[in-house]
């Protein structure tokens, strides 16, 4: 047996070492070679500063091997990203750009050349989603679900967000008593993202405080685990040659996207034979045009709700961790926060209304500042859909550029913030904000592409944390890291290292 496969194997080298072949072999080479590195002079002919490329993966890792937010730290500060500048990502020239007017006038005021992101759909099923929607399509589908986030259609989702803040406090006072000690408030806050996101963009009940591993769950967490082996592969081809790759290598998220596609549709189901809930669902529902029809199919409904729960769970649960971990270290600033809760509170009869939220001004400060200091998205992005010149400057990048925006690095700037490692929600006083460009502080991006959900994320994270915090005070406990909260480097999303953090959570006397 192994002297047939030695010889077959012999036969195919001596075959290979010809002539043909070995032509064909240095083609297909110096082909590949050509089309990777043609654009490394992309920036350089334009006069844009940025770090020299690399083969085979231009700057992707720059300067080399680092990682995530290396990256962002190293094209900011030291690669002309505060301004901006060029990399080259894989092969593919990017620009980088960090100074504020730029971005308003990329983000806001000639957003008509930026309406777009690059074509990336990791899953044939996602391609109707708003995130990964362009030009026109995106447009229309924007606005027949913006009214969706309006404060009205919030006010109505109150309850449902009430209800789950109510078993987070529960569950958060019980784990404090089973380990005696400290909590993973990540994990608390997870499950009650999970469950709320469920609960207003499914119509589910998926109580995880109860049972972590429901089928919703389990699904759930499929859609996060970073991909591995075939998906990781995948992934790759698919950043490097687009949309394509979908239709030639199966989609491992298949089996995952048709559970989804099933409890949607078994609600949709459900709500025609007469029971109506308020929450994200119904509204897509209720989307009507002029002649009464429903404007968004079924398919685009199950992609909306789906990518709401992509975008919603891990981005929230992340914002009410970093919040947490905020005030466990900064207790003079909590102080503030409980008195005004109970002084609210009192006001309100003690029920945590809507009203009552809109009154908790220090609460509402410190939020701001946990997204200043840990924005859940390191960075934004968009494509030119036209030729555009840089204001005031003489590059012009042409259609189909990606251009990227920092998050992080912006937020951490002394120029924009001083002391900037700083919990300090006095930063966001009126007469302060006002001192400020518009666009230093982007934790949801900027402009008419900005997140279409900000007031519900800031909304239902007001929510979770007044219903803790009215009967519990957070402290460090001894696995409780020294600010600022060391992250895992790697994580697209900002993320605490080991993705824990762990504090104690005391009644309130
Ligand atoms: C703290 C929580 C959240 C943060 C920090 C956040 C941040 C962001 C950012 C930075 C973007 C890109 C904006 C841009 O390119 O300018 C975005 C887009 C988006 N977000 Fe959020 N997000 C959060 C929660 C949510 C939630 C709860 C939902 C849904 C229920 C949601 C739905 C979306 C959608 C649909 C988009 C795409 C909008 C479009 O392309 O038109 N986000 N978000």
């Known amino acids: 047996m192994i002297g047939t496969l030695l010889g077959v194997l012999s036969a195919v080298l001596k075959w290979v070492f010809t002539p043909l072949p070995l032509a064909v072999l240095a083609c297909t080479m110096a082909t590949i070679y050509y089309l990777m590195t043609k654009d490394y002079r992309f920036w350089?002919?334009?006069?844009?500063?940025?770090?020299?490329?690399?083969?085979?993966?231009?700057?992707?890792?720059?300067p080399p091997l680092v990682d995530f937010i290396g990256f962002e730290e190293w094209i900011y500060n030291t690669q002309g990203g505060k301004k901006f500048c060029g990399y080259i990502e894989m092969a593919r020239p990017v620009l980088y750009v960090g100074d504020l007017d730029l971005i308003r006038a990329i983000t806001i005021k000639d957003f008509e050349s930026f309406t777009d992101r690059r074509d990336l759909a990791i899953s044939e099923d996602f391609m109707e989603m708003l995130q990964?929607?362009?030009?026109?399509?995106?447009?229309?589908t924007r606005s027949v679900m913006s009214p969706t986030f309006s404060?009205?259609?919030?006010?109505a989702m109150h309850q449902l967000c009430l209800d789950n803040a109510s078993n987070l406090n529960d569950y958060v006072k019980a784990e404090m008593k089973r380990t005696g000690g400290e909590i993973d408030i990540k994990d608390c806050f997870g499950r009650f993202t999970m469950d709320n996101i469920a609960s207003c963009a499914f119509g589910v009940n998926c109580n995880s405080f109860k049972d972590p591993n429901t089928e919703f769950?389990?699904?759930?967490?499929?859609?996060?685990?970073?991909?591995?082996?075939?998906?990781?592969?995948r992934l790759t081809l698919l950043v490097l040659l687009g949309n394509i790759v979908q239709k030639i290598l199966p989609d491992p998220l298949k089996s995952v996207n048709q559970f989804f596609a099933r409890v949607v549709n078994?609600?949709?189901?459900?709500?025609?034979t007469g029971d109506r809930r308020k929450d994200f669902l119904q509204l897509l529902l209720d989307t009507k045009d002029k002649d009464g029809k429903r404007i968004l199919t079924d398919s685009s409904i199950i992609a909306q709700s789906v990518l709401f729960f992509i975008v919603g769970y891990d981005t929230t649960a992340k914002l009410l961790t970093f919040a947490a971990y905020c005030l466990a270290t900064n207790p003079e600033v909590q102080d503030g926060i409980l008195s005004e809760i109970d002084e609210v509170l009192e006001r309100h009869k003690g029920q945590l209304t809507y009203e009552a939220l809109g009154e908790m001004h220090q609460l509402d400060r410190a939020i701001s500042e946990t997204l200043r200091l840990y924005p859940p998205a390191a960075r934004i992005e968009r494509l030119s859909s036209k030729e555009y010149t840089l204001p005031g400057t003489n590059v012009t990048i042409p259609k189909g550029t990606v251009v990227q925006m920092p998050i992080f690095t912006l937020h951490r700037d002394p120029d924009h913030y001083p002391d900037p490692m700083r919990f300090d929600p006095d930063r966001f006083l009126p007469?302060?904000?006002?001192?400020?460009?518009?666009?230093?502080?982007?934790p949801f991006g900027s402009g008419p592409r900005n997140c279409i959900a900000m007031r519900f994320a800031l909304f239902e994270a007001k929510v979770a944390l007044a219903a803790m915090l009215r009967e519990t005070r957070l402290e460090p406990g001894p696995n409780t890291p020294k600010p600022p909260m060391p992250l895992d480097k790697r994580a697209f999303l900002l993320t605490p290292e080991g993705n824990k953090a762990f504090l104690r959570a005391v009644p309130r006397k």
């Open 44 to 62: 350089k002919a334009r006069g844009v500063p940025g770090p020299t490329p690399t083969f085979p993966y231009g700057n992707e890792f720059g």
């Open 132 to 140: 990964v929607l362009n030009g026109k399509e995106w447009k229309d």
């Open 151 to 155: 404060s009205s259609k919030l006010r």
């Open 217 to 233: 769950a389990k699904n759930a967490a499929v859609l996060f685990e970073a991909p591995t082996g075939f998906a990781a592969v």
């Open 266 to 272: 078994r609600t949709i189901n459900e709500r025609q």
């Open 431 to 442: 007469e302060e904000k006002e001192k400020r460009h518009p666009c230093a502080y982007i």
